[in-house]
């Protein structure tokens, strides 16, 4: 099995900064892209960015310019810098981890989720 442990969530006022981490480990034996949700109060999960073995990112529109993925192949590692965050961006923010040998062979690996919330 592969275990997705997440780390870095907090409380922080409007205009503030967090880091999230997310380590997997386990049966690794190729991770492919790896990527951060997000699920408000009374909203759906939905993805805030991700990123792919080779670099290429995607953001949701409404972090654009404001966050920043990326990730450490040799520690099985992706981060989220949240910069100017705002109170909307308060949430359950999960980390997921796909791995196989293409989008039809591979597998999805959950963090339980960590909370980040931006209040004054």
Do not use: H
Request: one cysteine or more.
């Amino acid at each position: 099995q592969v275990q997705v442990v997440e780390s870095g969530g907090g409380q922080v006022q409007p205009g503030g900064s967090l880091k999230l981490s997310c380590a997997a480990s386990g049966n690794i034996f190729s991770i492919t892209t790896m990527g951060w949700y997000r699920q408000g109060p009374g909203k759906e999960r939905d993805l805030v960015a991700a990123i792919t073995s080779g670099g290429t990112t995607s953001y949701a529109d409404s972090v654009k310019g404001r966050f920043t993925i990326s990730r450490d192949n040799a520690k099985n590692t992706v981060y989220l810098q949240m910069d100017n965050l705002k109170p909307e961006d308060t949430a359950v923010y999960y980390c997921n981890v796909a791995q196989g040998w293409g989008p039809l062979n591979e597998y999805d690996y959950w963090g339980q989720g960590i909370q980040v919330t931006v209040s004054s």
